[in-house]
């Protein structure tokens, strides 16, 4: 298994078949994307622009954030997440 960290044409075919038909409701993505050596990537704004690409709606990708690796030691990168915008919830 080669984790993703986003949604990438590799793993699309969770959400969606060949042709472009659902086969999921969401997709939950790998907590790395916050890793140092990922995070120039901007793998959560890809994740969108391909979802947005695919006609799946980009809030039905899940992204989480490892808060206990190293128990109450864990660092979040909380400056990764944009401060400028309004976040949206689904109902």
Do not use: C, H
């Not at 969606?16 to 995070?39: E, I």
């Not at 809030?59 to 976040?87: C, E, H, K």
């Amino acid at each position: 298994m080669d984790w993703q960290n986003a949604l990438t044409k590799e793993n699309q075919s969770y959400l969606v078949d060949a042709n472009m038909k659902p086969v999921a409701d969401s997709m939950f993505l790998n907590f790395w994307w916050t890793k140092k050596r990922l995070t120039s990537q901007d793998l959560l704004k890809k994740s969108r622009d391909r979802a947005e690409k695919l006609g799946l709606n980009p809030y039905n990708l899940f992204a989480g954030i490892d808060v206990q690796a190293d128990g109450t030691s864990t660092p979040v990168r909380w400056d990764l997440l944009p401060t400028s915008t309004t976040f949206l919830t689904r109902r």
